[in-house]
């Protein structure tokens, strides 16, 4: 459990993880957005060369958070999967052993856009599904990054990078959280997701993720 980041957002204490995940220890929740389940093999029902494994390596990690902390309940904050082509029979079986492992986790989708598009993962699975926000204790959590109109809100949807500036040309772009007096950012959990480039705003920190750690940056 080394490597988070722990701050206190609106009264309530919040875990930024190295594995581009939250961890809520008031609700005893593990929080993760846009993990993209079958997206590479979307893609690869397509034609185009994407790497295997992304999904096994997906679950695996959810495996190891789960084991670190002590969880009640996991909440998805959109695009659990990808789309159409994401609910193939590989990515089926291996989303259900993995639900077998945990038959005793409640498992909560907040709709995305993707999830739209892609339908709601299968009943077997257990999950409850929502639409957007689904508010929880002081917090709104959504996938979109919209403000609430009276409560902070946690987001997935814009796979937040951060690029970091060394010396001449080099630099490096890293995952990270963006936090908000209104909307704060999670980045894209699954290993196949791309991201979006960000600077903070007025009001915000950027906290990226790299080498286990996480840490926040200057504007």
């Known amino acids: 459990m080394s490597g988070h980041h722990e701050l206190s957002v609106h009264g309530t204490t919040l875990w930024l993880l190295p594995e581009k995940a939250i961890y809520w220890p008031q609700q005893r929740a593990l929080l993760i957005a846009d993990a ?48 159409p082509g994401s609910q193939g029979p590989a990515t089926l079986a291996a989303l259900m052993a993995w639900r077998e492992r945990h038959t005793n986790l409640a498992v909560t989708l ?34 979109e990054p919209t403000p609430h109109s009276h409560l902070p809100v946690l987001a997935g949807h814009v796979h937040p990078v951060y690029r970091l500036h060394g010396r001449g ?8 959280f963006v936090l908000g007096e209104q909307v704060s950012l999670l980045p894209a ?26 840490w926040p940056v200057a504007g």
């Open 36 to 83: 993209h389940f079958g997206k590479a093999a979307a893609y690869r029902r397509l034609g185009q060369p994407v790497p295997h494994g992304t999904t096994a390596s997906n679950l695996a990690m959810l495996d190891r958070l789960l084991a670190q902390h002590d969880c009640g309940q996991l909440i998805f904050l959109g695009d659990f999967l990808h789309a």
């Open 110 to 143: 907040i709709r995305g856009n993707h999830d739209r598009r892609a339908g709601d993962p299968p009943a077997e699975l257990g999950f409850q599904v929502v639409s957007e926000p689904w508010v929880v204790g002081p917090l709104a959590l959504q996938h």
């Open 169 to 176: 040309r080099q630099s490096l772009r890293l995952p990270c």
């Open 189 to 214: 959990f699954g290993a196949f997701t791309g991201g979006y480039a960000v600077r903070p705003g007025v009001g915000e920190t950027v906290y990226v993720v790299g080498d286990g750690h996480v």
